[in-house]
């Protein structure tokens, strides 16, 4: 498993499920959409406060951006 990976894909699930643009869920979260960006197409770590920020705006559970779906998760 390649965790920033999972992190990215289920970051980019969540936020189109909620129907926010990169733009307006970096503001909801008070990051930039770059670096949103980067984190969905797996160019950047990301620290624990980021992810506690995410998963606070995306309103789930922190452990489920690290969940992987099955062998086409990322796909």
């Known amino acids: 498993m390649d965790i920033i990976k999972v992190f990215g894909s289920n970051l980019k699930k969540y936020r189109i499920a909620l129907g926010l643009s990169q ?34 705006a995306l309103g789930v559970e922190t452990y489920q951006l690290f969940l992987e779906e099955g062998p086409h998760a990322c796909v």
Not at 24 to 52: D, P, V, W
């Open 23 to 56: 733009e307006a869920f970096a503001e909801k979260c008070g990051m930039h959409r770059t670096y949103i960006s980067a984190i969905e197409c797996n160019r950047r770590s990301i620290s624990l406060e980021n992810i506690q920020r995410i998963a606070d």
